[in-house]
T-cell receptor
């Protein structure tokens, strides 16, 4: 049973518009959440993170929102660019940061 | 920049062969991880190590073993490869605490 879920396997967005990627988790003990981006034939690269004591973290075009009561987080990309086309993985970890649990990923396609 | 390297990008082996996948990181990270990535399943943790000669089972350790004789090197061993071990294998490393993981480029293993 997956502890971290990304229910949309794929998403297509027009260039310049907002991309919203969603992630749900089941373990209320998760304390820290991360988003990774993966291009084909490359390893995932870290994008942005958020601690459970916050509800929002922003870095340039990327913002992550956390709703602890709903066990839900989302990644907003605005404006979306063609270079953002990749697979996005949501990950969660406990407070010791030792073991990350990854979701199945969402493939984002940004259309020019 | 952290660099995580994996010994092979592509590997083809026969059923029953012993397979070694090597991973080296150059940033003196304490923690190292082996994942496999399969479509629809995301990244699943096989084993991780938080110190030299220490290892912990992840979510899917069956059929695999690991070795960490030096801090910078973490090896994944398939004692007797099977076709259901055909997958993308990703190595990662990180410092202690709530810090992101840095991934290698991956090894695509095909077992015939």
């Amino acid at each position: 049973d997956q502890q971290v879920k990304q229910n949309s396997p794929s998403l297509s967005v027009q260039e310049g518009r907002i991309s919203i990627l969603n992630c749900d988790y089941t373990n209320s003990m998760f304390d820290y959440f991360l988003w990774y981006k993966k291009y084909p034939a490359e390893g995932p690269t870290f994008l942005i993170s958020i601690s459970s004591i916050k509800d929002k973290n922003e870095d340039g075009r990327f913002t992550v929102f956390l709703n602890k009561s709903a066990k839900h987080l989302s990644l907003h990309i605005v404006p979306s660019q063609p270079g953002d086309s990749a697979v996005y993985f949501c990950a969660a970890t406990l407070s010791n940061g030792q073991n990350f649990v990854f979701g199945p990923g969402t493939r984002l396609s940004v259309l020019p | 920049d952290v660099k995580v390297t994996q010994s092979s990008r592509y590997l083809v082996k026969r059923t029953g062969e012993k397979v070694f996948l090597e991973c080296v990181q150059d940033m003196d990270h304490e923690n190292m991880f082996w994942y496999r990535q399969d479509p629809g399943l995301g990244l699943r943790l096989i084993y991780f190590s938080y110190d030299v000669k220490m290892k912990e089972k992840g979510d899917i350790p069956e059929g695999y073993s690991v070795s960490r004789e030096k801090k910078e090197r973490f090896s994944l061993i398939l004692e007797s490869a099977s076709t259901n071990q055909t997958s993308m294998y990703l190595c990662a490393s990180k410092r202690g605490g709530l810090d992101e993981q840095f991934f290698g480029p991956g090894t695509r293993l095909t077992v015939l």
